[in-house]
């Protein structure tokens, strides 16, 4: 694998280490819900797109790392998995129109005529400048099903802790009618994630019965999920006037600043029905023909008064924020008003997030004490089946499906 850096014990989560890169999004150009799953040998696309902020391009070239279940990388040979060298430009970029932040806007397709892929499973996009392969300023995350396991799922709210409460519980089966040879109860990993937050990630290994070559999930601790609650929204489409949750909109030093209706918490509000876009962000502008590039970056203010104490550091979620962490999306307190703020620019269109504490007892951030765990809450859950034989040099990703309990 050679001008690849090595990736064990290091994050192969979707980040960016650039601070000018902005707006990545991994998405489906023929389904904006669908999740970043393609199926292998099919004519499904994915797009990875990003902006980079400033007035001129970039020569840019991208590789591929295929991943095991768990995202670290497997031990295939780049030809194992491509049909090519690991190493591709980036032809398909363009400057942004009339903006009064300056963008180069990139774009790439996947599966990729340079790099055409041959197996399935997990699969991880770094992009690098054209002189500096070692310098990886963003990476992604997409996979590559076989689709030869169908997987039936279902939701419920009568869960082994309690009958609605503040939990859902799935239930599921895996056929494995096309794969007579494999052992159910020692060849499969199963792994579900919860709104595309990573931190959320269920792994199973054994399923509870077999019946009808059909391997049956059910009744177990890691079907259990935290219901969580719908996600909060606002909408910069327009910067005329105050478009969805925004109290004000003012240009000031440059470019256009979005203040947001001050937020509190909902933990113990009664459940409010919306229909969400899952924690997704959707690029967009009313007066724009390609949104792509038309579409102005705005300074966006939150406040939060979280109501009782929160004894731990509180932060933004959301597909924008690419579920890290970090100082970028820290709401700060401030003495004055008694409130926390964070100020964000985000390319205008329409944004779901929600805020999670982290503290030192719990190992990931979680949004329970502010947004309250509602167990009416419209959740999407993408459930993967792994095959992973004894001697395998890597794991296949031969079905997946998205469950949503709406």
């Known amino acids: 694998m050679l001008g690849i850096p090595a990736l064990f014990g290091m994050d192969t989560g979707q980040n960016v280490f650039r601070s000018t890169v902005r707006s990545l999004q991994v998405s489906n150009p023929n389904n904006f819900m669908g999740p ?35 995202w ?10 491509l ?6 430009t980036i032809d398909d970029y363009a400057y942004s129109n009339n903006t009064y932040v300056h963008y180069v806007n990139y774009n790439i397709e996947i599966p990729s005529p340079q790099l055409p892929i041959l197996r399935s499973g997990n699969y991880l996009l770094q992009v690098y400048p054209e002189h500096d392969p070692d310098e990886i300023i963003l990476q992604a995350r997409f996979a590559v099903s076989e689709g030869i396991t169908p997987v039936n799922a279902g939701l419920t709210t009568r869960t082994d802790k309690g009958f609605n409460s503040e939990f859902q519980q799935l239930f599921f089966n895996a056929d494995l009618s096309a794969l007579p040879n494999v ?12 709104n595309n937050r990573p931190e959320t990630v269920r792994v199973l290994k054994h399923p509870m019965r077999v019946t009808d070559k059909k391997a049956v999930f059910e009744h177990s601790p890691e079907l259990i999920f935290e219901a969580g609650n719908e996600y909060r929204r606002f909408e910069t489409v327009r910067t005329d006037y105050p478009g969805m949750h925004i109290d004000k909109v003012d240009f000031q030093n440059g470019m256009w600043n979005a203040w947001l209706q001050q937020d509190s918490s909902r933990k113990h509000r009664q459940y409010v029905y919306d229909n969400t ?11 724009s023909t390609d949104p792509d590039l038309g579409a102005d970056y705005v300074l966006v203010h939150f406040s939060l008064d979280p109501g009782e104490r929160q004894y731990g550091e509180i932060y933004l979620d959301g597909d924008f924020t690419n579920h890290t962490y970090t100082e970028s999306n820290l709401m700060r307190y401030d ?5 926390y703020h964070a100020s964000i620019p985000l390319k205008q269109g329409s944004y779901n997030y929600q805020y999670v504490v982290k503290t030192d007892k719990e190992k990931v951030p ?40 709406l």
């Open 83 to 88: 049909g090519n060298f690991n190493d591709a």
């Open 366 to 405: 979680l949004p329970a004490s502010i947004e309250g765990n509602k167990y009416e809450t419209n959740n999407e859950y993408l459930i993967q089946v792994f095959l992973r034989t004894p001697g395998s040099r890597a794991d296949r990703l031969i079905g997946s499906t998205l469950l949503s309990n």
């Open 277 to 287: 876009q899952h924690g997704r962000f959707k690029i967009d502008d009313y007066n």
């Open 36 to 70: 970043p799953v393609i199926r292998l040998g099919s004519n499904e696309k994915l797009n990875i797109n990003f902006d980079i902020i400033g007035e001129d391009s970039e020569y840019l070239r991208f590789r591929l790392i295929h991943c095991n279940s768990d």
């Open 183 to 194: 052992n159910p109860y020692q060849d499969l990993i199963i792994t579900i994630t919860q």
């Open 335 to 339: 003495w004055n008003d008694g409130l």
């Open 72 to 81: 670290q990388p497997s031990r295939l040979m780049e030809n194992e998995y």
